[in-house]
């Protein structure tokens, strides 16, 4: 049930771009997006719907495909602050599923 | 400032003892939510709550009990028959609890709980 996320990690220079995929066993309704530095609580970066509607973060972009049931999350020009552990997440039946996690270090 | 506190930041418990954790929000959200995290892992659902005097099962619930009586609040207990209680304990709360939809969950600063 728990979305699959590629890579597991990945090290970036500033200023280079990065995908993470988030891929699903079962049908999606919508796949949120989350960012978590070591230590802290996550924090939201983006919603997509169903339909193509999107709510979230200025300089991170996303795509939904329903059909394959994947998304994919794109950084780009990436800046140290990027660096942290990100997380689909998404509703399945009457559960939330929080995918296994992608950690992104930006080195200078 | 809105926004969700819980308390303690780090708790320690005696093996076989019960414990709650607290989670008080003052967003005037409907929904909230308790997850867990182990090292390395992601979130696991345990509890979420779309309305008050009514919660639901997460996939992880054996051991854990919630209760939900009043809109700001969602404590957790963590009851002696949780096999394996250390970990970090994230609260979470959103405007709606429609799991077609899910609005932003907003997150609280957790609770490491270390059980000896």
């Known amino acids: 049930q728990q979305p699959v996320q590629s890579p597991q990690a990945v090290i970036l220079r500033e200023g280079e771009d990065a995908v993470i995929n988030c891929s699903s066993s079962k049908a999606l309704y919508s796949v949120h997006w989350y960012r978590q530095k070591h230590g802290e609580a996550p924090v939201f970066l983006m919603i997509?719907?169903?339909?193509?509607e999107q709510k979230g973060h200025d300089k991170i972009s996303a795509s939904f495909n329903e059909k394959k049931q994947q998304s994919s999350l794109y950084l780009t020009a990436s800046q140290l602050s990027y660096s942290g552990t990100y997380f689909c997440?998404?509703?399945?039946?009457?559960?939330?599923?929080f995918g296994t996690g992608t950690s992104l270090t930006v080195i200078p | 400032d809105g926004g969700i506190t819980q308390s303690p930041k780090y708790l320690f418990r005696k093996e076989g003892q019960n414990v709650t954790l607290s989670c008080e929000q003052n967003?005037?959200?409907?929904?909230m939510y308790w997850y867990r995290q182990d090292p390395g892992q992601g979130l696991r659902l345990i509890y979420y709550s779309q309305i008050v005097n009514d919660f639901q099962k997460g996939d992880i619930a054996e051991g854990y009990s919630v209760s939900r009586e009043k809109k700001e609040s969602f404590p957790l207990t963590v009851t002696s028959a949780q096999k394996n209680p250390t970990a970090f304990y994230l609260c979470a709360s959103s405007i709606g609890g429609d799991f077609r939809r899910v609005d932003e969950q907003f997150f609280g600063p957790g609770t490491r709980l270390t059980v000896l």
């Open positions: 967003l005037n959200h409907d929904a």
């Open positions: 997440g998404t509703p399945t039946g009457n559960q939330f599923y």
């Open positions: 997509l719907l169903k339909g193509g």
